[in-house]
């Protein structure tokens, strides 16, 4: 793996806001950002259109090595068309979950989700992206908060895009989904043990960006942690 460019790994639950922390940690680095979650739900995004069932693996595997997608300027094309709100939908997001227990599924986004590492570096965030799909990743962080915390911040969420959403219906769906990506068998959603853990149940985005970017200070400049 010497000389490929460095990666920072963010991996952790639903609505945890990984996403919005990787990113700014992206921005501040200067460097790529991959929402690997993105795939997924692209994939169940497909499905649900086609009328694909998302418990049927063989033709998932195949959307998922034939997606058609592509990013930029904020926006996300999927066959040609805008889905970048779509995608964020609760939908997506549950139907992602589901095509994402398949192991031939998470085999047939791997080489699309190594090629975003580009230099000067890549802050990747998901569920495997420490475990699986970058082991070789200098700072591996498990970015959570409570269940609650995390439905009350993806309600405010859903509120302000002004798509519908109950609070109860929202914990319910992230229970649920939390159980899921963390007892299936392939790439469990786990806190490794080359982790470190971040609570941010009582903590703002600015605090988890600027821990995130200490300890990645710390590994630079080899200093120990
Ligand atoms: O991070 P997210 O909510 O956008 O992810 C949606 C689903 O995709 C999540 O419930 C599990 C799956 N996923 C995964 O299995 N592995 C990843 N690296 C990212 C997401």
Same mark, same amino acid.
């Given at each position: 793996?010497?000389?490929l460019?460095?990666?920072?790994a963010?991996?952790?639950?639903?609505?945890?806001?990984?996403?919005?922390?990787?990113?700014?940690v992206?921005d501040?680095?200067?460097?790529?950002?991959?929402d690997?979650?993105?795939?997924?739900?692209?994939?169940?995004?497909? $499905?649900?259109?086609?009328?694909i =069932? &998302?418990?049927?693996?063989?033709p998932? /595997?195949q959307? !998922?090595? %034939?997606?058609d997608? +592509?990013?930029?300027?904020g926006?996300?094309?999927l066959?040609?068309?805008?889905?970048t709100?779509a995608?964020?939908?609760? $939908?997506?997001?549950?139907?992602? =979950? &589901?095509?994402?227990?398949?192991?031939? /599924?998470?085999? !047939?986004? %791997?080489?699309?989700? +190594?090629a975003?590492?580009?230099?000067?570096g890549?802050?990747?965030?998901g569920?495997?992206?420490?475990?699986?799909?970058?082991?070789?990743a200098?700072?591996?962080?498990?970015l959570?908060?409570s269940?609650? /915390?995390?439905?009350?911040?993806?309600?405010?969420?859903?509120?302000?895009?002004g798509?519908?959403?109950t609070l109860?219906?929202l914990?319910?769906?992230?229970?649920?989904?939390d159980?899921?990506?963390?007892?299936r068998?392939?790439?469990?959603?786990?806190?490794?043990?080359?982790?470190?853990?971040?609570?941010?149940?009582?903590?703002?985005?600015?605090e988890?960006v600027s821990?995130v970017?200490?300890?990645?200070?710390?590994?630079?400049?080899?200093?120990?942690l």
């Open positions: 793996m010497m000389g460019p460095p990666v920072i963010i991996d952790g639950p639903s609505a945890s806001g990984k996403g919005t922390v990787a990113a700014l992206a501040a680095l200067g460097f790529h950002y991959l690997s979650g993105a795939l997924y739900r692209l994939v169940a995004l497909a $499905a649900l259109r086609r009328a =069932s &998302l418990d049927d693996e063989q998932l /595997v959307l !998922a090595e %034939q997606l997608v +592509r990013f930029g300027q926006n996300v094309w066959a040609g068309e805008i889905v709100d995608m964020r939908s609760e $939908a997506a997001g549950n139907g992602a =979950s &589901l095509v994402a227990r398949f192991p031939a /599924v998470r085999d !047939a986004l %791997q080489d699309r989700l +190594r975003f590492r580009q230099p000067p890549l802050v990747a965030d569920r495997d992206m420490g475990s699986v799909v970058f082991p070789d200098i700072l591996k962080i498990f959570t908060a269940v609650e /915390v995390r439905a009350d911040r993806r309600y405010k969420q859903l509120i302000e895009k798509m519908g959403a109860d219906n914990l319910e769906d992230l229970r649920q989904r159980l899921r990506d963390s007892t068998a392939v790439a469990p959603l786990v806190c490794q043990p080359d982790a470190v853990l971040l609570d941010t149940s009582h903590m703002g985005i600015a988890a821990f970017l200490s300890q990645w200070q710390a590994k630079v400049s080899g200093s120990a």
